[in-house]
């Protein structure tokens, strides 16, 4: 009997040392298991961080590049005279001093403006630079800030023919972009700015798409 006994406490021994080998084997896989995790969250994480400063780097290109175009287009635009500029001044005099505090502010040709216009317009800002007809701009809620943006893009691209920024109500705070998009455009054969809310400055922008390269372009108001 007690051999017995003896034989079965050797026996509860060796299988509570079998469990407690168990056990800790488990617990060292599962340790093992989220050490590999873990490390495999922190090269994510890295490989994360250096993409957003890839982008971000991008990014600060994109804008310093716009801020170039936008003074130049500024310095153009600051050196023309005549009828046409006094015109805006008469009929929209608030709409323009307010296009002229967003150059002067930068505030167009910012990160944050470039994502609004591509959002607002569901396509890269690249397209305005290189297709051909822009009639996707109809309708997308597009206020004066985009329409200086859209100017400064659309400068670039010379085979654009047409444009169709309808329906967005802007007003007449867009017509002096409007008139800059024309008077880059030699290729441009249609514009449609109809229900914008132009007012009189409808008739300068039809005055310069017929004084565009002696061109006739159809302009609806």
């Known amino acids: 009997a007690e051999r017995a006994a003896e034989q079965a ?6 299988e509570e040392a079998r469990v407690a080998e168990e ?5 060292a896989e599962a340790a093992a298991a989220r050490a590999a995790e873990e490390a495999e969250a922190a090269s994510r994480a890295r490989e994360e ?3 957003r400063a890839r982008e971000e780097a991008a990014r ?5 590049r716009m801020r170039a175009e936008a003074g130049a287009g500024a310095h153009q635009s600051g050196s023309g005279t005549g009828p046409a500029r006094k ?7 608030a709409s323009a001093r307010s296009i002229h505090s967003m150059r002067r502010g930068r505030r167009f040709c910012s990160t944050a403006a470039t994502s609004r216009l591509v959002s ?10 290189t297709e051909r007809s822009l009639d996707f701009l109809r309708a997308k809620g597009l206020d004066a800030e985009d329409l200086l943006l859209v100017s400064i893009l659309v400068k670039t691209n010379a085979g654009v023919e047409s444009i169709d920024v309808s329906g ?3 007003g007449a705070g867009g017509a002096e972009s409007l008139v800059a998009i024309v008077r880059s455009s030699p290729q441009l054969s249609k514009l449609d700015a109809s229900q914008n809310n132009l007012r009189a400055s409808a008739a300068l922008l039809a005055e310069a798409a017929s004084a565009q390269n002696g061109t006739r372009k159809p302009i609806r108001r």
Do not use: H, Q, W
Not at 9 to 14: L, Q
Not at 23 to 27: F, H, N
Not at 60 to 64: I, P, T
């Open 9 to 14: 406490e050797e026996a509860r021994a060796a």
């Open 23 to 27: 056990a800790d084997r488990v617990v």
């Open 49 to 51: 961080a250096e993409a």
């Open 60 to 64: 600060e290109r994109e804008e310093a």
């Open 87 to 93: 015109r805006i001044s008469r009929t929209t005099p």
């Open 120 to 129: 607002k317009i569901g396509r890269p800002t690249s397209a305005l630079s």
């Open 168 to 170: 967005n109500g802007f």
